[in-house]
């Protein structure tokens, strides 16, 4: 069973950074393609991150230049650091995880909560 586990939310004020991470069981991340999404209250869920192919990094528009994913495959685990936090970042991050390029992601942890100030 493939279990993701997030990690590193919290409550910062508008500019600062905090750092998420992800720590994946059950499947190897060195061959899966792995994501981070958020959804604010009265929002849908939307893609933030996505990372494949050890080195491949795709971002949604509004945090190119202030997110970075990244992966340690030896831990299996992700992480999205985040700089320049704005108060529409605020939301649930979720991790998730799809077997390859071009799948569905079929596996999510269950959220950690990331609120920002103004």
């Known amino acids: 069973q493939v279990q993701l586990v997030e990690s590193g939310g919290g409550l910062v004020q508008a500019g600062d950074s905090l750092r998420l991470s992800c720590a994946a069981s059950?499947?190897?991340?060195?061959?899966?393609?792995m994501g981070w999404f958020r959804q604010a209250p009265g929002k849908e869920r939307e893609f933030v991150a996505g990372s494949w192919s050890g080195t491949m990094t795709s971002y949604a528009g509004s945090v190119k230049g202030r997110f970075t994913i990244s992966r340690d495959n030896a831990k299996n685990t992700v992480t999205l650091q985040m700089k320049s936090l704005k108060p529409e970042d605020t939301a649930i991050y979720y991790c998730?995880?799809?077997?390859?390029?071009?799948?569905?992601?079929?596996?999510w942890g269950q959220g950690t909560q990331v609120t920002v100030s103004s």
């Open positions: 998730a995880t799809a077997p390859g390029r071009g799948k569905k992601y079929d596996y």
């Open positions: 059950g499947r190897s991340i060195s061959t899966a393609v």
